[in-house]
């Protein structure tokens, strides 16, 4: 991981490849790009939701998450690497036990929203399960270690929990409580 961008317009992928951190070449529809691509995207929307107005301790807690999701996408782009430490799926879990233990417990489903927060991270859920499928369609067809499939599925379980924090939080005043999906709403049109 020595190399560093120096030249981003190479050219090199004009005939619809790609180079790995490993120096080999596979085409840019390849499943192990989809993978770092689904990443990729996900960090780009954390980046996106850590705009907003959040908790101090929430916002440290996803500026670890880009890291670690950089490692991730490090780790995907050279074959049989690794770079995401076994601890990030832990962190995770620790996080996630501590913000639900704060949460009511749920009733019914929610809807996706709320405060403008709350719904990004709903997005950036949606992502983490996309990201998550890419690594199960890759892993499928190579080998991969367990720990960022892990890692993913824990991250969206946390995103959803985030959002109902976030929307507690209500540091924009449009959330305050989660969204409940009420099936009566679509009774007798």
Excluded at 52 to 77: A, K, M, W, Y
Aim: glycine share 10%.
């Amino acid at each position: 991981m020595g190399n560093r961008l120096t030249q981003i317009a190479t050219r090199t992928g004009d005939d619809g490849s790609t180079g790995l951190g490993d120096g080999s070449r596979v085409p840019k529809d390849h499943l192990r790009v989809h993978a770092m691509g689904e990443v990729d995207e996900l960090n780009s929307h954390l980046g996106v939701l850590l705009c907003e107005p959040l908790p101090d301790e929430v916002r440290e807690l996803l500026i670890t998450i880009q890291h670690e999701l950089f490692n991730l996408g490090g780790e995907l782009s050279i074959p049989g690497f690794e770079l995401l430490k076994g601890d990030a799926v832990l962190r995770l879990d620790e996080a996630l036990a501590e913000y639900n233990a704060r949460l009511p417990r749920l009733q019914e489903f929610i809807l996706p929203g709320g405060s403008r927060s709350a719904a990004l991270a709903h997005v950036a859920r949606t992502v983490a399960r996309r990201a998550e499928r890419s690594l199960v369609a890759l892993g499928a067809n190579e080998t991969l270690r367990a720990e960022p499939r892990q890692y993913l599925n824990r991250l969206s379980d946390l995103l959803f929990v985030l959002a109902r924090v976030l929307n507690r939080a209500n540091l924009d005043g449009l959330g305050g409580d989660d969204l409940y999906w009420h099936s009566e709403r679509l009774k007798g049109g």
